[in-house]
């Protein structure tokens, strides 16, 4: 059973969510991307790659487990 997994970005006065599940990591990076290129969105290019940052460090962390 995979987790629900959630990425929030505050934004000014906008709060962006993502939720997804796990393995659905693809889609919530081409959610970043769409976003990102959308010239009326208030989610830029920087979003995104913060986004992505964390979601890879979530990921790394997961895979390796916690330090002892």
């Known amino acids: 059973m995979s987790s629900v997994k959630q990425l929030s970005l505050d934004k000014g006065e906008h709060r962006f969510v993502f939720r997804y599940r796990s393995g659905g990591e693809a889609d919530v990076i081409g959610a970043f991307a769409s ?5 009326e969105s208030e989610f830029d290019w920087f979003d995104a790659a913060v ?4 979601m890879g460090r979530r990921i790394e962390l997961e ?3 916690p330090r002892i």
């Open 35 to 39: 976003l990102a290129s959308d010239d």
């Open 63 to 65: 895979l390796n487990g």
């Open 51 to 54: 986004l992505s940052y964390q």
